[in-house]
Nanobody
Framework: QVQLVESGGGLVQAGGSLRLSCAASGSSGSIRRITKMGWYRQAPGKQRELVALITDDPTTNYADPVKGRFTISRDNAKNTVYLQMNSLKPEDTAVYYC??????????????WGQGTQVTVSS
């Protein structure tokens, strides 16, 4: 099973920046390929929504509210995805979840979620 470990959340003032990281690991080097990695967020009382996605091409996709402010990137050698968040706004406050999907060497596919990291932006 692929495990995702997130880090980098915290409290920041509006206009500030944070960088989230998410590292994927599988037992005994079982991960053959991570085809997509992404960040989602869920604010209190709202549904979880896509923030940004990056494939192994790499192709990126951003939600409209974060375009021009957030940048997603990945380090394939480390199976790690990053989310650089600049010009943060109070409405960016949410729990941010990492998501990854890909293939094991066995040929089976996987999809995993991280435990979530809190991002709070004060006004």
């Amino acid at each position: 099973q692929v495990q995702l470990v997130e880090s980098g959340g915290g409290l920041v003032q509006a206009g500030g920046s944070l960088r989230l990281s998410c590292a994927a690991s599988g037992s005994s080097g079982s991960i053959r390929r991570i085809t997509k990695m992404g960040w989602y967020r869920q604010a209190p009382g709202k549904q979880r929504e896509l923030v940004a996605l990056i494939t192994d091409d790499p192709t990126t996709n951003y939600a409209d509210p974060v375009k021009g402010r957030f940048t997603i990137s990945r380090d394939n050698a480390k199976n790690t995805v990053y989310l650089q968040m600049n010009s943060l706004k109070p409405e960016d406050t949410a729990v941010y979840y990492c998501n990854a999907g890909g293939l094991y060497y066995s040929g089976r596919s996987f999809g995993s979620w991280g435990q979530g990291t809190q991002v709070t932006v004060s006004s």
